[in-house]
């Protein structure tokens, strides 16, 4: 038999298992805040000061959120983002922008060694990374499934995306689930060009959207608490919160990066 | 400023901006919704066609930015050749701006 150099999907799912994860619910932080504590978390993991974590974000304000690579001209209008008290923010992670308002999303991200995806190409790491959501999606009766390359979708529409960066030895791996959305103030902050639209088959971005609430009729914290139970029944873990020097570390560079324009309109 | 996408079918969004002088692609951006490992790689990117002559074939901007990216760099759910493709559509886009 020929030898295959990456791990069968089975194989790699036994290396959940091989950690004691810790769990952190959501507490409502600023946009900035999530950002930094993102990369903090991740260098911590990757040093091996923390350990695997999936950790619930909680948003205290609307914004939006561009990956790493995007131009803020052209995928933000300002004017309006402004108008409407929408802050914008920059992840450390590729992938697209999302337009969030606190009550409307779902996110987390996981933050682990990157011997967990080790072999894995980067298709196969983002559905193993989610494939516990997807489990704990069908347990709520919504038939999601993994859409390469990063989204979470089900005949109901798209539900959500998932985007990677990888720090000194560490994946972060975080997603955000739509809960509910206002599409026609999306619409109005967000430019969603003709071109992006180009191989969907569809020419209105509110039709690819299938938020969690419509899906599911279900309380945003309810799912959340499902999601959580999920997890903790399928991989060894305990609650953890985040720690003082943890906050402190974020904050600082909060200060120093996150919030300045030379970071958020680095791609202006 | 000359203004070219292209969204690999399936894929991520590459958007490329760039000022003509002397036909010559200059102050080049490379931006959109791919991931890219590590970050760095954007400068060897856009580097890559700084001071390319407006000639340039789709087949040949693609051969520079492959040429250019650092070892072990990753461009995931876009490709040099769809790099190659926004850069000419921007230049289509200014041939009819002149004509």
Known sequence: ?268 | MQHGEYKTPGGKLIAVDFVVVDAKLTDVRVTGDFFLYPDEALDDITGSLEGVSVEATESELAERVRIAMRRGAELVGSSPEAIGTAVRRALKAEEIDRA
């Open chain 1, 1 to 268: 038999m020929p030898e295959r150099a990456s791990p069968s999907l089975e194989t790699a799912e036994q290396r959940w298992l091989q950690h004691e994860w810790r769990v952190i619910g959501p507490e409502p932080r600023a946009p900035n805040m999530n950002m930094a504590l993102d990369e903090v978390l991740t260098e911590r993991v990757g040093r091996g000061e923390r350990p695997p974590t999936l950790w619930v974000w909680g948003w205290s304000a609307p914004c939006i959120v561009l990956g790493r690579f995007q131009s803020v001209r052209n995928e933000v209008n300002e004017t309006n983002a402004v108008a409407n008290g929408v802050e914008i923010v920059r992840r450390i992670s590729g992938g697209g922008a999302m337009f969030i308002q606190p009550e409307g999303a779902i996110t987390y991200s996981i933050l682990a060694p990157d011997s967990l995806v080790a072999g894995l190409t980067f298709p196969e790491s983002y559905a193993f990374l989610d494939s516990w959501v997807v489990r704990a999606l069908h347990g709520l009766g919504v038939e999601a499934r993994y859409e390469p390359l990063n989204d979470i979708t089900s005949a109901g529409g798209k539900i959500g995306g998932a985007a990677q960066a990888r720090r000194n030895g560490a994946v972060l791996h975080h997603t955000t689930m739509a809960y509910q959305m206002d599409i026609p103030l999306m619409l109005q902050v967000l430019r969603i060009g003709q071109e992006k639209l180009s191989d969907k088959g569809t020419r209105s971005a509110d039709k690819r959207v299938g938020p969690l609430r419509q899906q599911t009729e279900l309380p945003r914290d309810e799912i959340i608490s499902h999601l959580l139970d999920e997890f903790r029944r399928s991989y060894p873990s305990r609650e953890d919160a985040l720690t003082a020097e943890e906050i402190e570390a974020a904050e600082q560079r909060v200060r120093e990066r996150f919030a300045t324009r030379a970071w958020t309109h680095i791609l202006p």
